[in-house]
């Protein structure tokens, strides 16, 4: 190949690479632009308007409310929500953009499982819709069949979940768009959204556990200490320490998985479990009769906490101003932990009925084995 062959070689090359960035390009730029204006699915909305969250399907209807700067589930009598999900949700779909856009007409959303929600029907949408204050629309969108990607190293699985199919709702010409998310959040359950954070009991003094004729308490003299005393135990008995221990984990971060209405009724609650802690506080949680696998369960908090501090006999007076402001510090987290367990107490909780279980084992379970008496030797044939 000569020198006047090799330069027209790579201008080929040049134009050929300048061609291809071109139609990089137009395709980048007809995906930013797909769904809206914007480049995103939904056209623009002023997403700090947002005020309430409504989500539907064929047989549920959620409702999300914004009250006094914070996020409640209508459906559980404005019980709190999960301020971070309810927040990464809405904006989530606010920011959402697709990836490919697909032409499909009235006739066939059904087959992309974007037709509207109704009672019945089939092949329809989950709805998402954001209102202002005033409960004006201010968005919504249908989200519909999700995408699956099949595996080339196992083509007979289904595949995994890689994006969902969605559309604008009640927009002229809305277009049916292809997302990678998958939108598991677009969930009317309303457990699912309630706000989950719930009892932290830790430097735990005593467990006091009732439950028809059965009745046992654990106690310890420290913090510190590991071995638990059990009250009553009779002579000869021992604790072990290993079966007893494990208990005070149970309230450590015990989690629930609903909540009943807020005038439920709250009779037949006769199990009941007493925690003291090192810190001053009590905590009293009854329990009701369980419904498979689920157990409800109401709080009752109270706390004896000291007021001021008593300075030591021979304090100096450099330490006085640390231990004061050391003194106030603990004050205000112990009084702030009081008001978050006296919130729960307006409410019936459903618990998991296996996290409660070891509590209603009777004290007997809790001891160690006996030693067994070696066996007698048997006597040698033909011995006196």
Known sequence: MNRKQLLSLLAL???????????????????????????????????????????????????????????????????????????????????????????????????????????????????????????????????????????????SDEGVVSGRYVMPSGTAAAKVSLVSERLEEADPNPAAWLDKSFLRIGRIQSIAVTSGTMQWKLTRAADTAADWQLDGIQPGDKLDPAKASPLAGIFAAPTFTDVQPAAAKRDGFDATATVTTFDGFTYTLRFGKADGDKLPMTVTAAADLPKERTPGKDEKPEDKKRLDDAFAATSKQLAETLA????????????????????WKPASEFLAAKEQPAPTPAPAPGGK
């Open 340 to 359: 978050k367990a006296k919130a729960l107490e307006a409410r019936v909780y459903l618990v998991p009925k296996a996290t409660f279980d070891p509590l």
């Open 13 to 155: 090359v040049v134009i050929l690479g300048g061609a291809g960035l071109a139609v990089y390009k137009h395709t980048a730029s007809s995906w930013e632009s797909a769904g809206s204006p914007s480049g995103k699915v939904l056209a623009p909305f002023a997403l700090n308007d947002v005020a309430r969250v409504v989500i539907q399907n064929n047989d549920t209807t959620l409702t999300l409310e914004k009250k006094n700067d914070a996020w409640v589930v209508r459906e559980r009598d404005d019980y709190p929500a999960d301020f971070a999900r309810v927040g990464n949700f809405i904006q989530g779909l606010w920011q959402l953009k697709p990836v490919q856009e697909e032409k499909v007409g009235p006739s066939q959303l059904a087959r992309l499982d974007l037709a509207a929600p109704a009672k019945g029907a089939a092949n329809t949408a989950t709805l998402v819709e954001f209102q202002n204050k005033d409960s004006q629309r201010m968005s919504a969108l249908l989200v519909g069949k999700k995408f699956l990607k099949k595996s080339p190293d196992f083509p």
